[in-house]
């Protein structure tokens, strides 16, 4: 029988931070789908297209802000993990990030400004914390 090895947490939220990428574009595709309606959606999409309202709106921003960042967090788990450099910082880093993403949407979603923008702060001090543990 093979030894079993303990995944380091930034790998699991890496993992888990995959299906909140699918729950944003999840949100992102239910709303939209429901201002525009399923021809829309199973359309070629072609033509000019109406502008977002409120929610769709709100959702396909969200979903983009998430495409800003993720990017950075992936790298930022990857290097660490890689180079072997796990550790406290990068492990409350990692939870900072993925903990801060999900409190995001529901902040965007109604409406709420400056809280959002702390809590974006905050995600981004936890891929600050996950590269300070690789140097």
Do not use: C
Request: charge should be positive; glycine fraction near 8%; charged fraction near 15%.
């Amino acid at each position: 029988m093979l030894p079993m090895t303990t995944m380091p947490i930034e790998l699991t939220l890496l993992a888990w931070s995959v299906l909140l990428l699918v729950a944003h574009i999840s949100l992102q595709g239910l709303t939209v789908t429901k201002e525009r309606g399923r021809e829309w959606n199973a359309s070629a999409r072609d033509g000019e297209v109406k502008p977002l309202g409120r929610y769709a709106g709100r959702a396909d921003r969200t979903l983009a802000n998430f495409k800003e960042t993720y990017p950075a967090f992936v790298a930022a788990v990857l290097v660490v993990v890689l180079s072997g450099r796990t550790g406290t910082w990068s492990a409350t880093g990692a939870w900072l990030w993925f903990l801060a993403r999900i409190v995001y949407v529901p902040l965007y979603m109604l409406g709420i400004p400056y809280i959002r923008s702390l809590v974006w702060i905050v995600s981004l001090l936890g891929i600050l914390l996950i590269l300070f543990q690789a140097i």
